[in-house]
């Protein structure tokens, strides 16, 4: 996964467990795209800090992700719906006995998540 695509990812689940200067520094670097030297300018921090903030960031969010799991048990469910949905598409073109299975499998996955 392409790092910044991850980062967003992370943040959307996990955001709102930092401060809200981390949370100002990481919205404008990983969602507005500005540069380090853009951000300590309008922070009035050095570069080395708003690096540090970053780092910091990315390694709080990526351990709750670790010890939570919220991102896999989303794309777990989100892989599982998606199955759902091509199972009960499928069954307008099945026969009675076939039917009974497909319901079962659906039945199963509704189960599951």
């Known amino acids: 996964m392409e790092k910044i695509v991850e980062q967003g990812i992370l943040y959307d689940f996990y955001g709102p467990l930092l401060n809200d ?5 990481y919205e404008a670097y990983v969602y507005d795209n500005m540069s380090l030297s853009e951000l300590a300018s309008e ?5 080395q800090a708003v690096h540090d903030i970053i780092k910091r960031c990315d390694a709080l969010l990526k351990g709750y992700e670790e010890k939570l799991g919220l991102v896999k048990r989303f794309n777990v469910s989100k892989d599982k719906l998606i199955r759902l949905k091509s199972l ?3 069954m307008t073109d099945i026969n009675e006995d076939s039917h009974k299975e497909m319901t079962d499998m659906i039945n199963g996955l509704i189960d599951e998540i």
Do not use: A, E, L
Request: glycine share 8%; hydrophobic share 25%; charged share 40%.
């Open 21 to 25: 200067h981390q949370k100002d520094i």
């Open 43 to 47: 922070q009035g921090v050095s570069r």
């Open 88 to 90: 009960i598409d499928d």
